[in-house]
């Protein structure tokens, strides 16, 4: 496939790819990512670690915390990372429960998430500049419900919540 | 915020937002796309229908049907169209199940899921001259099976069978 480079940014590049795919003359517009990492966490009370982060154009919205690997970062070191960054919290250990790739037609994305334990508040938050988000504690019935009930509009946090939820047999 | 328009495509178009949240000088790389609607179905044998997708450059993935909307197209009508376009079979009524941002941080992408009843199988596949893709079926449990062993890496089979599952006390 012929590649042509459109855009490389901070958090994304987007290239155009022309050829043939069995026989047939195709077009594929694509975005590259480099990948994030995800963390569901539970606090000392049992109650799930998110954050409500602003969301542009949607404003605040409440998910599980993430971010983008750094270059060359391994999805489970930018668990580890990210998961303390954005709340505070430091885990012992971080075990994978599913990863995904959230718009698989045209973005190399993957999304790595994480359940993490052994969790104790360690530090306060230290964000990017423009990062805008603070710590919410839900209980974990209550987010599936929220998830059943449409409240959560997040992949991440749908896809970890109940992936975790069916493999406990919490649902 | 001040929009700078990067590119127009034919999936997706990009643009940098530059501005002010919360007080703070933010810079957004933002994808556009219009949304699409993904399918949860099941044939006369209570299996689920799925498609076996060429995606470059994966190779061939499987997924639930689904597709882009069309300009100014709703959800469940893209539902009712790309179901019975990407596997013959046709719905007599389609019931939404979730909604979510695939990556909510930098693309507008919402992805509509719906519950097909009344199914029934009733042309050829109608595809796209750059869609490659055939049909397969799978039963729901063997089917959860495969999500929380990691062998489905698509977000809208994820989050569409584990909600359904969810609601349905399958899990």
Do not use: W
């Not at 480079?5 to 994304?12: H, M, Q, R, S, T």
Request: proline share 3%; net charge positive; hydrophobic share 35%.
């Amino acid at each position: 496939m012929k590649k042509k480079k459109i855009f490389e940014g901070k958090v994304l590049g987007l290239s155009v790819y022309q050829g043939e795919i069995e026989g047939r003359k195709v077009k594929r517009e694509m975005i590259e990512h480099r990948g994030a990492a995800a963390i569901l966490g539970f606090d000392e009370n049992k109650k799930v670690i998110l954050v409500k982060q602003h969301r542009y154009p949607h404003g605040y919205v409440l998910e599980i915390p993430a971010g983008t690997l750094e270059n060359g970062e391994k999805p489970i070191k930018c668990a580890f990372r990210e998961f303390e960054e954005e709340t505070g919290y430091k885990a012992k250990k971080m075990t994978p429960i599913i990863s995904y790739y959230p718009s698989i037609g045209y973005n190399t994305e993957i999304i790595h998430c994480f359940v993490a334990t052994g969790v104790k508040k360690n530090s306060d938050l230290n964000l990017d500049y423009d990062e805008i988000l603070s710590v919410v504690k839900v209980d974990v019935k209550k987010l599936l419900s929220m998830i059943k009930t449409g409240k959560i509009q997040d992949s991440k946090t749908i896809c970890a919540v109940l992936t975790y939820a069916a493999k406990k047999k919490l649902i």
